[in-house]
């Protein structure tokens, strides 16, 4: 297994060690839980920048690693997201449920398209957006703010331009995802597809001379 791979196993245990003291800290306030879970989240947040550059410099790109990666990212964001927009809890700053409702639609559109694609093409083609990294930064942003709750009017706009950058990223996908499908023949009519005709080998002519 490759170093890359390892860090982001490392960040995915990380979760679990995040969420526990963010609901200690939800519970009853104390000032070190939030600095342990916020030091928690800096380092897998680090760690996601770290392990990518380590596959592209050392050639340690991978199957396991490309499929790890994204995964380890949606569930650190999405176990922060949906802890920090919990309404009663009055020692943490809150994130508007907005925000988490717009990464949580865009994450299940994505999976349905992959899975449509998936049955109906066998392969799935899909491209990075910078806007879509850049939705990812602003969501950890957010959840750093939050989780020191330092610079409200910065988190605000930080949350803004995450829920944007995110649906602006899901508009593109979904884009890439209908093109994928509609030119595939399984997407026309049956009728239709039935009198596309069949491509043949090319076999040559039976004539001589």
Do not use: N
């Given at each position: 297994m490759t170093l890359a791979n390892k860090i982001t196993i490392t960040r995915i245990l990380l979760i679990p060690v995040f969420?526990?003291?963010?609901?200690y800290h939800q519970q009853d306030g104390a000032d070190s839980y939030r600095r342990?879970?916020?030091?928690?989240?800096?380092?897998?947040?680090?760690s996601d920048g770290i392990d990518g550059w380590i596959a592209r410099r050392f050639n340690q790109r991978s199957q396991l690693g490309a499929t790890l990666d994204p995964l380890a990212?949606?569930?650190?964001?999405?176990s922060a997201l949906l802890l920090l927009s919990r309404s009663g809890a009055p020692h943490v700053a809150t994130l508007p449920l907005w925000l988490v409702a717009t990464v949580l639609s865009r994450d299940?559109?994505?999976?349905?398209?992959?899975?449509?694609?998936?049955l109906t093409c066998g392969t799935v083609a899909m491209k990075p957006y910078f806007i879509s990294k850049a939705g990812t930064v602003?969501?950890?942003?957010?959840?750093?703010?939050?989780l020191a709750d330092a610079w409200p009017v910065l988190r605000a706009w930080s949350a803004f331009a995450a829920a944007?950058?995110?649906?602006?990223s899901t508009?593109?996908?979904v884009r890439d995802g209908v093109s994928q499908l509609s030119a595939n023949p399984k997407s026309l009519p049956?009728?239709?597809?039935?009198?596309?005709?069949?491509?043949?080998?090319?076999?040559g002519s039976d004539r001589e001379g």
């Open positions: 969420v526990v003291f963010v609901i342990i879970a916020l030091a928690t989240f800096l380092v897998a947040a680090l990212d949606k569930l650190l964001l999405m299940v559109l994505l999976i349905l398209g992959w899975i449509i694609i998936q602003l969501q950890m942003a957010a959840v750093i703010l939050a944007v950058t995110t649906g602006l508009v593109l996908y049956d009728q239709a597809r039935s009198q596309t005709p069949s491509r043949e080998p090319f076999r």
